[in-house]
């Protein structure tokens, strides 16, 4: 089990490999479909993103409402793919890390090993536990967009699991190579 | 002729929605401990201990399992000797949806229009699937499908010719494709037969059924078992880890067909397989 803190440096992605076992601790921001497309159309016109970019990690969650005197409701991760199209561009500004479920395609892979960034895998399903590890959330973008905002989540202990690395691994395929049957 | 107010289909739907989020089902949890004591995969094995976990914390302290607490899918079997009073059916189920997942803190995932994209702010309108029944009983079932599952969903039109084998290489190279995507291990609903939005809507009826409960057509039986240790070579393993239990199980159904076609449609399930239902 290796412990991180946010935000991200060069040094601290280069050791991670696909497989490990991580726990996260600092600050991550929350953001999904309709998040993205509104980075995008900050970016396009020559505006600053809502979230200081250079070495965060987004988490892919749309959690559920908060029961009073919690920060948060359930909150595990959403398919990552739906992503896919944003996420190259957000590491070439400098993010490190993304936290997600299921496959990534080659662009998202190849701007982690060009930029040095990572992707982890949350336990999808797992929403209800992951939420134990978030102890404070606040909606900083996009209130609109409700279960979509863009939240600052302070995290401590956030588990995860690598899956694609700065080296071009990939835990999926690897899964697979090593578990199929002909 | 039985009377019955439609606000006991609200009161019902209204706890379904929240029980259905909150408790996932015993024969789900069988599977996972099964599935915790036989996955060759260690990290598998470790996947399983989370989500056993998950579902107990989501139970005592009424939380959902899922943050996705999916569209509101609702089945009604109505019986033809039931007259439902005291307003609008379909109003009636919405009103549940609405109490429900404002009340159990439910998150609500449905957009007014697919292009707009604008959320309804209560998760109405639910999805309704009504059939006209003998009896004077009315079956509720509710099934809150997320939407990562969902995606991976799909539904081929065959020519005839392909045959079984055809039918079983559809299902599984629908499920390869899924990979890591659904949340395995995953549930595989498959609707062979009948058109092709029968096809669909059986294919998700499937998914209703007791985990582990044979097909009733014994042919059908067998489909199911082949294909679902067909899956288990795949590798994908739970949340695409590695390992064995890539599916929990794989539920077929039937409907005859026109004799130029054979539809098959496969409804990919995630793990928490929710669905809960009531007898008014």
Do not use: W
């Amino acid at each position: 089990m290796k412990k991180i803190t946010t935000p991200l440096t060069d040094e601290t992605v280069k050791d991670l490999k696909a497989g490990d076992k991580v726990l996260i601790t600092g600050e991550i921001y929350t953001g999904r479909d309709a998040a993205h497309k509104c980075f995008m159309e900050e970016l396009d016109a020559g505006k600053e993103l809502p979230f200081p970019v250079k070495g965060a990690i987004i988490y892919y969650v749309g959690p559920s409402p908060a029961k009073p005197g919690k920060p948060i409701g359930s909150a595990g991760p959403t398919t990552s793919y739906r992503m896919d199209v944003y996420a190259p561009r957000l590491i070439e500004l400098g993010m490190k890390g993304m936290i997600g479920k299921g496959m990534r395609n080659q662009e998202v892979k190849d701007a982690c090993v060009k930029h040095g960034a990572v992707y982890f895998a949350a336990t999808g399903g797992a929403a209800a536990l992951i939420a134990r590890s978030i102890t404070a959330a606040e909606v900083v973008a996009y209130e609109d967009l409700g279960p979509e905002a863009v939240r600052r989540l302070t995290v401590e202990d956030f588990p995860c699991t690598v899956i694609n690395d700065v080296h071009g691994n990939d835990l999926y395929e690897q899964g697979v190579k090593e578990y199929a049957e002909a | 002729m039985r009377e019955l107010d439609v606000v006991e289909v609200t009161k019902a739907i209204k706890e379904l929605s929240m029980n259905s989020n909150f408790e996932i089902g015993e024969d789900v949890l069988a599977a996972f401990n099964d599935g915790l004591e036989n996955e060759v995969s260690p990290a598998g094995r470790a996947v399983f201990e989370e989500l056993i976990e998950n579902a107990k914390i989501a139970k005592d302290e009424r939380v959902p399992y899922c943050q996705d607490t999916g569209l509101a899918v609702v089945f009604l079997d109505i019986g033809q000797d039931v007259h439902l009073t005291g307003g609008d059916l379909t109003e009636a189920v919405n009103e549940g949806v609405r109490q429900g997942y404002e009340e159990g803190y439910l998150r609500k995932s449905s957009l007014d229009h697919p292009l707009r994209r604008k959320n309804t702010g209560d998760n109405t309108p639910a999805i309704i699937h009504t059939r006209i029944v003998p009896g004077e009983e009315v079956h509720v079932t509710f099934a809150p499908k997320g939407g990562g599952s969902e995606n991976m969903s799909r539904i081929a039109m065959m020519p005839p010719s392909k045959g079984r084998e055809g039918v079983i290489d559809f299902v599984v190279d629908v499920v390869r494709q899924a990979g890591s995507n659904p949340c395995p291990p995953i549930v595989v609903g498959v609707g062979m037969g009948g058109t092709f939005e029968y096809a669909a809507v059986m294919a998700k009826r499937a998914l209703l059924r007791e985990l582990g409960k044979p097909a009733a057509d014994s042919d059908n039986a067998e489909i199911e078992k082949e294909i679902f240790e067909r899956i288990k070579k795949l590798g994908i393993g739970p949340q695409g880890f590695g390992g064995r239990y890539t599916a929990l199980a794989v539920q077929l159904e039937s409907a005859n067909c026109h004799l130029a076609s054979l539809p098959v449609a496969v409804n990919i399930q995630c793990h928490a397989a929710r669905h809960k239902e009531v007898v008014l």
